[in-house]
């Protein structure tokens, strides 16, 4: 029977769930929240007519966007997403650029976006690959957006399904498949497209037969008016759908159906003039054909002077009617013709549908199509057609097609298909194409980790264009470079000092790269000098706006190496200051993965200042747009492990996983930042045989890479510390006299610290270790570092105590925990008070199943009944982050899961 509320949809029957969860969504979205919602079903179960009650419910008060798929645009690199964007007036954001980028200029759009917003899109099934990325990623943003998503799909082609089953399984979505009428609802459709009440067994057998298909069932209802009579019920599905829907063209002529077979080939929609052409036929005979299927409601007007099949369900059964040979001529022939009136976009998709192998026209077509695709970002389609040109093209493929496809197989992260495409590349006789193959050879060797096979290709290139192309040899030294410093700091400087040898044949901005990426790795490998160069070429770029961008288009930022480096060295406002200017320009330029990498340094930035807030922000968001770049969240990882530490949240998995990934790529600032912390933590929880094991490990990875800034991992103290627990005193000497070697040479506060809390705690008396303990405490309080400096305050508290000095212990444990509170740091704020209340001090109480304000905030949210990917988006922290959240907070309050927090919420609000 029709829906209780069948007046939101006329004549659409049994699909409240999909109403509800529609409406749901709008309800949302007028509130704040968006989300995503999904309709799934077969070709005529009344998915469109739910996007048209969905537009209708949105009102006044919703803004609403409507875009639709077609298998012809399948091919064309965002297609789907241009036609939202082009809607809105922004499609020009998405400009030049990688898919991340693009990705993140959408976004960051979307996030200033401050009216309700639903987009309805249609067919998703047929959407290309690139939109549906984006889409994809959007969809996981939008909780804490006025923005929601409806869209409509089959459940085959399986690619927009296994994405969305994705999002559903991941709580960013819900799907609702549409499925069949029941005789119920089959009865009551029969009823009201004939005008009467039909028998029970004729209802019985139109269900069955059409598989309770409200479309089709439309269309028996038509046939059922005239007075046909029913098929028999053993008649195969497949028999009963094309007697149906072919009824209308039993009048047609031969020239109709081969007009109606041409527009089928075209797509769902077309231009009538393109089908006439296509099927051989003279304007004036294709134009009264054209009426004539117009009449007989296969076809209908559609915008912009073009028409389409009343519903894609006809135009996919008199494609797929079409015998294979006919189906190829004719895509082969709509290839020709797009040529001819230059629509190479088009023209693509006919040709890989055409199976055009060995067609010049076509390899020359699908290259440059490809070409396109990968500069507009768009890889799926780019190395989709690039493919299909290489394979076109046979024997006979160029190198300059191979050296593009593995670029585009590259961009996308197949870095192994790629090495596979650049190695099968003839030896060209050109020097400069040769070097452009072992470049790109070196950069697949080093997304796979292999940095000999890295480091040998680039040197290959450099060889063969030192002369004849300086700038490019400067790009690939500094590729070099690259790729080295992750493994062997020190190893590194050789090919930025070559690159360095060239500058005065280069043009001023690679002669800025040059110096800038020179004087960051001398900062790394603990040379004070290279920071004054870094400095310098930061500054003139500073000085000048237009340059931001093209500067941050480029590996070796002027502003993020000196941002980098001057965190490190203790110049904290030049470092914010050149983050902020190069952020801004990210933003500008629509740069994802350097953003990314960007607000993960700066977060770290943000916790040596001790402003641990700032920094779980700058977390939350450098490990979204993680989703885009791997680089990018495994270096952010290491910053979210270091707060939540800090924060008392110590996951231990989060770790672990960190590790496996960095090892076998020997990402050593990864790894070495991870070892310290473990290894910090196991010292501070009283495991010290396992804490020195780590410090060691560190301490020999650091000697061996030539990471010689003893600041970019701080581990020295705490391994100070470790070997002083154990017994160590030779160990704690040598890495005291490491750091006295470095200071000499960086300008920094931290190490001379350390090694003055060495120092102290290797002296002869309590008498010759205070001054040294006064000293290490004095030099943080001067540099901005309260973090540092509340470690060592409790450093100087532990070691007075032990020595007997007990009024000293309390004052300096009192001070850390002042500290380790202001800064919001509950690890060290716990340390301090057992130590304080240890030295007799006065302890402060507080309640056991007290719930931190950031607990309180989780808790109650999830008590309102919100996910943890919605929490997260709310908090702007990460999901991992919320569910150690719920951990403690079922253990304070006595609960085992979430239910339990919802009755426990209810139970007290209603008390």
């Given at each position: 029977?029709?829906?209780?509320?069948?007046?939101?949809?006329?004549?659409?029957?049994?699909?409240?769930?999909?109403?509800?969860?529609?409406?749901?969504?709008?309800?949302?979205?007028?509130?704040?929240?968006?989300?995503?919602?999904?309709?799934?079903?077969?070709?005529?179960?009344?998915?469109?007519?739910?996007?048209?009650?969905?537009e209708r419910r949105a009102g006044v008060g919703v803004e609403v966007v409507r875009a639709a798929a077609a298998p012809v645009e399948s091919g064309v690199p965002f297609a789907l997403i241009s036609q939202v964007l082009d809607r809105l007036g922004v499609a020009e954001r998405l400009g030049d650029g990688t898919a991340a980028d693009h990705l993140y200029r959408v976004r960051e759009w979307l996030r200033r976006y401050d009216r309700p917003l639903l987009v309805a899109t249609d067919d998703l099934h047929w959407a290309d690959r690139d939109s549906l990325v984006v889409l994809s990623f959007l969809a996981r943003r939008l909780t804490a957006l006025p923005v929601g998503l409806v869209a409509t799909l089959?459940?085959?082609?399986?690619?927009?399904?296994?994405?969305?089953?994705?999002?559903?399984?991941?709580?960013?979505?819900?799907?609702?498949?549409?499925?069949?009428?029941?005789?119920?609802?089959?009865?009551?459709?029969?009823?009201?497209?004939?005008?009467?009440?039909?028998?029970?067994?004729?209802?019985?057998?139109?269900?069955?037969?059409?598989?309770?298909?409200?479309?089709?069932?439309?269309?028996?209802?038509?046939?059922?008016?005239?007075?046909?009579?029913?098929?028999?019920?053993?008649?195969?599905?497949?028999?009963?759908?094309?007697?149906?829907?072919?009824?209308?063209?039993?009048?047609?002529?031969?020239?109709?159906?081969?007009?109606?077979?041409?527009?089928?080939?075209?797509?769902?929609?077309?231009?009538?003039?393109?089908?006439?052409?296509?099927?051989?036929?003279?304007?004036?005979?294709?134009?009264?054909?054209?009426?004539?299927?117009?009449?007989?409601?296969?076809?209908?007007?559609?915008?912009?002077?073009?028409?389409?099949?009343?519903?894609?369900?006809?135009?996919?059964?008199?494609?797929?009617?079409?015998?294979?040979?006919?189906?190829?001529?004719?895509?082969?022939?709509?290839?020709?013709?797009?040529?001819?009136?230059?629509?190479?976009?088009?023209?693509?998709?006919?040709?890989?549908?055409?199976?055009?192998?060995?067609?010049?026209?076509?390899?020359?077509?699908?290259?440059?199509?490809?070409?396109?695709?990968?500069?507009?970002?768009?890889?799926?389609?780019?190395?989709?057609?690039?493919?299909?040109?290489?394979?076109?093209?046979?024997?006979?493929?160029?190198?300059?097609?191979?050296?593009?496809?593995?670029?585009?197989?590259?961009?996308?992260?197949?870095?192994?298909?790629?090495?596979?495409?650049?190695?099968?590349?003839?030896?060209?006789?050109?020097?400069?194409?040769?070097?452009?193959?072992?470049?790109?050879?070196?950069?697949?060797?080093?997304?796979?980790?292999?940095?000999?096979?890295?480091?040998?290709?680039?040197?290959?290139?450099?060889?063969?264009?030192?002369?004849?192309?300086?700038?490019?040899?400067?790009?690939?030294?500094?590729?070099?470079?690259?790729?080295?410093?992750?493994?062997?700091?020190?190893?590194?400087?050789?090919?930025?000092?070559?690159?360095?040898?060239?500058?005065?044949?280069?043009?001023?901005?690679?002669?800025?790269?040059?110096?800038?990426?020179?004087?960051?790795?001398?900062?790394?490998?603990?040379?004070?000098?290279?920071?004054?160069?870094?400095?310098?070429?930061?500054?003139?770029?500073?000085?000048?706006?237009?340059?931001?961008?093209?500067?941050?288009?480029?590996?070796?930022?002027?502003?993020?190496s000196y941002a980098y480096a001057a965190k490190w060295f203790d110049r904290f406002e030049d470092s914010e200051r050149c983050f902020e200017l190069a952020l801004t320009a990210a933003d500008r330029l629509g740069a994802a993965s350097t953003a990314g990498f960007l607000l993960a340094s700066r977060s770290e930035l943000y916790i040596r200042t001790g402003r641990l807030d700032a920094a779980g922000s700058d977390v939350a968001r450098a490990l979204e747009l993680g989703d885009l770049a791997p680089l990018v969240r495994r270096y952010t990882t290491t910053s979210q492990a270091w707060l939540l530490l800090l924060r008392d949240e110590w996951d231990e998995e989060l770790c672990e996983r960190l590790e496996?990934?960095?090892?076998?790529?020997?990402?050593?600032?990864?790894?070495?930042?991870?070892?310290?912390?473990?290894?910090?933590?196991?010292?501070?929880?009283?495991?010290?045989?396992?804490?020195?094991?780590?410090?060691?490990?560190?301490?020999?990875?650091?000697?061996?890479?030539?990471?010689?800034?003893?600041?970019?991992?701080?581990?020295?103290?705490?391994?100070?510390?470790?070997?002083?627990?154990?017994?160590?005193?030779?160990?704690?000497?040598?890495?005291?006299?490491?750091?006295?070697?470095?200071?000499?040479?960086?300008?920094?506060?931290?190490?001379?610290?350390?090694?003055?809390?060495?120092?102290?705690?290797?002296?002869?008396?309590?008498?010759?270790?205070?001054?040294?303990?006064?000293?290490?405490?004095?030099?943080?309080?001067?540099?901005?570092?309260?973090?540092?400096?509340?470690?060592?305050?409790?450093?100087?508290?532990?070691?007075?105590?032990?020595?007997?000095?007990?009024?000293?212990?309390?004052?300096?444990?009192?001070?850390?925990?002042?500290?380790?509170?202001?800064?919001?740091?509950?690890?060290?704020?716990?340390?301090?008070?057992?130590?304080?209340?240890?030295?007799?001090?006065?302890?402060?109480?507080?309640?056991?199943?007290?719930?931190?304000?950031?607990?309180?905030?989780?808790?109650?949210?999830?008590?309102?009944?919100?996910?943890?990917?919605?929490?997260?988006?709310?908090?702007?922290?990460?999901?991992?982050?919320?569910?150690?959240?719920?951990?403690?907070?079922?253990?304070?309050?006595?609960?085992?899961?979430?239910?339990?927090?919802?009755?426990?919420?209810?139970?007290?609000?209603?008390?």
């Amino acid at each position: 029977m029709p829906l209780a509320d069948s007046a939101t949809i006329d004549h659409v029957w049994e699909r409240q769930p999909a109403i509800e969860a529609v409406g749901a969504l709008l309800e949302g979205v007028r509130d704040g929240r968006g989300g995503a919602v999904f309709l799934v079903g077969d070709a005529g179960v009344g998915k469109s007519a739910l996007l048209d009650d969905a537009e209708r419910r949105a009102g006044v008060g919703v803004e609403v966007v409507r875009a639709a798929a077609a298998p012809v645009e399948s091919g064309v690199p965002f297609a789907l997403i241009s036609q939202v964007l082009d809607r809105l007036g922004v499609a020009e954001r998405l400009g030049d650029g990688t898919a991340a980028d693009h990705l993140y200029r959408v976004r960051e759009w979307l996030r200033r976006y401050d009216r309700p917003l639903l987009v309805a899109t249609d067919d998703l099934h047929w959407a290309d690959r690139d939109s549906l990325v984006v889409l994809s990623f959007l969809a996981r943003r939008l909780t804490a957006l006025p923005v929601g998503l409806v869209a409509t799909l089959r459940p085959w082609p399986r690619e927009a399904a296994d994405i969305v089953a994705g999002l559903t399984h991941d709580d960013h979505a819900r799907a609702v498949t549409l499925p069949p009428l029941t005789e119920a609802g089959a009865a009551a459709l029969l009823a009201d497209r004939v005008g009467r009440t039909l028998p029970t067994s004729v209802v019985h057998t139109a269900q069955v037969l059409t598989a309770g298909n409200p479309l089709l069932l439309a269309h028996l209802s038509s046939a059922l008016a005239e007075g046909a009579d029913l098929p028999r019920l053993d008649t195969p599905p497949d028999a009963v759908r094309r007697r149906l829907l072919l009824r209308r063209f039993t009048d047609l002529s031969e020239d109709g159906m081969g007009l109606a077979r041409a527009g089928a080939v075209l797509g769902v929609r077309f231009r009538p003039s393109a089908a006439i052409e296509l099927a051989g036929l003279s304007t004036a005979d294709g134009d009264a054909v054209l009426d004539g299927l117009l009449a007989h409601q296969v076809l209908r007007e559609a915008p912009g002077r073009q028409v389409e099949f009343t519903h894609p369900l006809i135009r996919q059964l008199l494609y797929d009617d079409l015998p294979v040979t006919s189906r190829l001529r004719l895509h082969g022939n709509t290839f020709r013709m797009l040529v001819a009136c230059d629509r190479p976009d088009e023209a693509a998709e006919h040709a890989v549908l055409g199976d055009l192998v060995g067609d010049r026209r076509a390899v020359a077509v699908l290259t440059r199509t490809g070409r396109a695709a990968f500069e507009a970002g768009a890889l799926s389609t780019a190395v989709r057609y690039l493919n299909a040109a290489r394979a076109f093209a046979g024997d006979a493929a160029g190198t300059d097609l191979l050296l593009l496809t593995g670029r585009a197989l590259l961009a996308a992260g197949r870095a192994d298909d790629a090495i596979e495409v650049l190695a099968a590349a003839e030896d060209p006789s050109d020097d400069l194409v040769r070097a452009q193959l072992a470049r790109e050879l070196g950069r697949a060797s080093y997304q796979l980790g292999r940095a000999q096979d890295a480091a040998r290709y680039f040197a290959r290139t450099v060889e063969l264009v030192r002369v004849v192309a300086p700038g490019v040899a400067v790009e690939a030294l500094l590729d070099q470079a690259t790729a080295g410093h992750v493994h062997d700091v020190a190893a590194s400087l050789e090919p930025a000092r070559q690159a360095l040898e060239l500058i005065d044949r280069v043009d001023p901005v690679t002669r800025r790269r040059a110096q800038s990426a020179w004087g960051y790795l001398s900062c790394i490998n603990g040379d004070g000098a290279g920071l004054a160069a870094v400095a310098e070429a930061a500054e003139q770029v500073a000085a000048d706006p237009a340059a931001h961008l093209a500067d941050l288009s480029w590996g070796w930022g002027a502003l993020s190496s000196y941002a980098y480096a001057a965190k490190w060295f203790d110049r904290f406002e030049d470092s914010e200051r050149c983050f902020e200017l190069a952020l801004t320009a990210a933003d500008r330029l629509g740069a994802a993965s350097t953003a990314g990498f960007l607000l993960a340094s700066r977060s770290e930035l943000y916790i040596r200042t001790g402003r641990l807030d700032a920094a779980g922000s700058d977390v939350a968001r450098a490990l979204e747009l993680g989703d885009l770049a791997p680089l990018v969240r495994r270096y952010t990882t290491t910053s979210q492990a270091w707060l939540l530490l800090l924060r008392d949240e110590w996951d231990e998995e989060l770790c672990e996983r960190l590790e496996a990934e960095a090892s076998p790529l020997r990402d050593l600032g990864s790894l070495l930042t991870v070892w310290w912390l473990r290894g910090r933590r196991a010292l501070h929880e009283g495991d010290v045989a396992s804490a020195c094991a780590r410090f060691e490990l560190v301490e020999e990875t650091t000697n061996d890479a030539g990471l010689c800034e003893p600041c970019v991992v701080p581990w020295a103290r705490d391994a100070i510390l470790g070997y002083a627990r154990a017994g160590r005193r030779s160990d704690v000497l040598r890495v005291v006299s490491l750091l006295d070697a470095a200071s000499e040479r960086v300008p920094c506060a931290w190490p001379r610290s350390a090694a003055d809390l060495g120092r102290a705690v290797t002296a002869s008396s309590a008498e010759a270790a205070e001054p040294w303990l006064d000293r290490a405490v004095a030099l943080l309080e001067q540099s901005g570092q309260p973090v540092e400096l509340a470690e060592a305050l409790l450093a100087d508290g532990e070691w007075s105590s032990q020595a007997g000095r007990l009024r000293r212990a309390r004052a300096r444990f009192a001070e850390a925990l002042n500290l380790a509170e202001r800064v919001g740091s509950a690890w060290l704020a716990r340390r301090a008070r057992h130590q304080l209340s240890r030295a007799g001090g006065r302890r402060r109480r507080g309640t056991p199943s007290e719930l931190t304000p950031a607990e309180r905030r989780v808790a109650d949210l999830a008590a309102a009944g919100h996910s943890n990917a919605e929490i997260a988006s709310t908090l702007s922290v990460a999901v991992t982050t919320v569910e150690t959240h719920l951990r403690r907070i079922y253990t304070k309050l006595g609960v085992r899961n979430r239910r339990e927090l919802m009755l426990r919420d209810r139970t007290r609000a209603d008390t």
